[in-house]
């Protein structure tokens, strides 16, 4: 199982980003994908998930900011990133889930994890 993002970058607040996984090695189709994010010094955590129909689920904090998508037929996974914050600085990671925990947005529940992309939001 192979994931690799894309799309990270420097904005400014207010701006917006597109982060994209490639994923291989595995049926894609079949599995559930998540974002999840570190800011510096603190701990991952779940931005937003999505299942192998395409129903996603948001953290909070971001809700009617981001929105997350798949396109199954070219293996990859997408974050549609707006209105970005400063607070939204991190490193940004994808991440695969077969578990049917997969909504509570936990990094335990995935098992498969990509390098991570680094999003830099400025004031």
């Known amino acids: 199982v192979q994931l690799v993002e894309s799309g990270g970058g420097s904005v400014q607040a207010g701006g917006s980003l597109r982060l994209s996984c490639a994923a291989s090695?595995?049926?894609?189709?079949?599995?559930?994908m998540g974002w999840f994010r570190q800011p510096p010094g603190k701990e991952r955590e779940g931005v937003a998930a999505i299942d192998t129909d395409g129903t996603g689920t948001y953290a909070d904090s971001v809700k009617g900011r981001f929105t997350i998508s798949r396109d199954n037929a070219k293996n990859t996974l997408y974050l549609q990133m707006n209105s970005l914050k400063p607070e939204d600085t991190a490193m940004y990671y994808c991440?695969?889930?077969?578990?049917?925990?997969?909504?509570?947005?936990?990094?335990?529940?995935?098992?498969?994890w990509g390098q991570g992309t680094q999003v830099t939001v400025s004031s």
């Open positions: 090695g595995y049926t894609y189709s079949r599995y559930h």
């Open positions: 991440a695969a889930s077969g578990s049917r925990a997969w909504t509570l947005l936990l990094p335990w529940a995935y098992g498969n």
